[in-house]
C-alpha cells in the first residue's frame, strides 16, 4: 500500500501492445538461451543465438515502449 501511494497507479501505459510483445520475447528469448546453455543438445549453437537475437529484439521493442510513453508538456515544447 505504501509503494503504491509513492509510486502513484501502476498501469502499462499508452502502448500496452509494446509491452506485452516485449514481456513475451524475454521470455521465449531467455528459455531458448537457457536451453542453449543448459540442454546437452547437439545443436545448442542454434538455441543460443536464437536466444539472444530474441532478446535483442525485445530490447528494441522496451525502447519504443519507453520512448513512446514519456510525456512532455506543450509548454516545453515551446509549440
Known amino acids: 500500500m505504501l509503494l ?8 502499462p501505459g499508452r502502448c500496452a501492445l509494446f ?4 514481456l513475451l520475447l ?5 528459455v531458448l538461451l537457457l536451453l542453449g546453455i543448459l540442454a546437452p543438445l ?3 549453437d542454434f538455441f543460443i543465438y536464437t536466444g539472444a537475437l530474441i532478446l535483442a ?3 528494441l521493442l522496451w525502447i519504443i515502449w519507453y520512448s513512446l510513453n514519456i510525456e512532455v508538456s506543450p509548454e516545453k515544447l515551446d509549440l
Open 4 to 11: 503504491g501511494s509513492l509510486w502513484g497507479r501502476c498501469h
Open 42 to 44: 547437439s545443436s545448442w
Open 57 to 59: 529484439l525485445s530490447l
Open 26 to 30: 524475454d521470455a521465449v528469448g531467455l
Open 19 to 22: 509491452l506485452i510483445l516485449a
